[in-house]
């Protein structure tokens, strides 16, 4: 079979969406005709976390002009938090952002876990808080 062909035609004749809809006969459905019933390859869960970690990387540097500043540890523990709580919520960690933005890593790793965020994933925030302090992975 031709798959170039095979997947110009399910393109044309599915169509593309990228939230998920219910089909006509009532599966949830994504992308071209893609039944998230079935699931999704490791290969595919890959590719999404990678297009999500480049999305919360822009996202964190176009909100934080200091941010090509830090280090690469401390760099990944916004852009994590970003991608954990999405961009609106990394925004409102704003004494944790201000002693980033000063340097005081030591306060600002108090600041992540005196939250919300510090409470409900415990253990990815003590990581995290870590990293900041340190500036190591």
Same mark, same amino acid.
């Given at each position: 079979? !031709?798959?170039? *062909?095979?997947? %110009?035609?399910?393109?044309?004749?599915?169509?593309?969406?990228?939230? /998920?809809? *219910?089909? /006509?006969?009532g #599966?949830?459905? =994504?992308?071209?005709? #893609?039944?998230?019933?079935?699931? =999704?390859s490791?290969?595919?869960?890959?590719f =999404?976390?990678?297009? !999500?970690?480049a999305?919360?990387?822009?996202?964190?540097?176009?909100?934080? /002009?200091?941010?090509?500043?830090?280090?690469?540890?401390?760099?990944?523990v916004?852009?994590?938090?970003? +991608?954990?709580?999405?961009?609106?919520?990394?925004?409102?960690f *704003?004494?944790?952002?201000?002693?980033?933005?000063?340097?005081? +890593?030591? *306060?600002?790793?108090?600041e992540?876990?005196?939250?919300?965020?510090?409470?409900?994933?415990? #253990?990815?925030?003590?990581?995290? %808080?870590? =990293?900041?302090?340190?500036?190591?992975?």
């Amino acid at each position: 079979m !031709d798959n170039v *062909k095979a997947a %110009a035609y399910l393109r044309r004749y599915e169509g593309f969406s990228k939230l /998920p809809y *219910k089909c /006509p006969t009532g #599966h949830l459905t =994504i992308g071209y005709g #893609h039944n998230l019933e079935n699931g =999704i390859s490791a290969a595919a869960a890959e590719f =999404i976390l990678q297009e !999500d970690l480049a999305r919360a990387e822009r996202a964190v540097k176009d909100s934080f /002009p200091w941010w090509w500043k830090l280090d690469d540890a401390r760099q990944f523990v916004l852009v994590d938090m970003a +991608f954990n709580m999405g961009q609106a919520g990394l925004k409102g960690f *704003k004494k944790m952002l201000a002693a980033i933005e000063s340097g005081d +890593f030591d *306060k600002a790793a108090e600041e992540m876990l005196d939250s919300k965020y510090g409470r409900q994933v415990v #253990h990815r925030a003590r990581l995290n %808080a870590e =990293i900041m302090k340190t500036g190591e992975w």
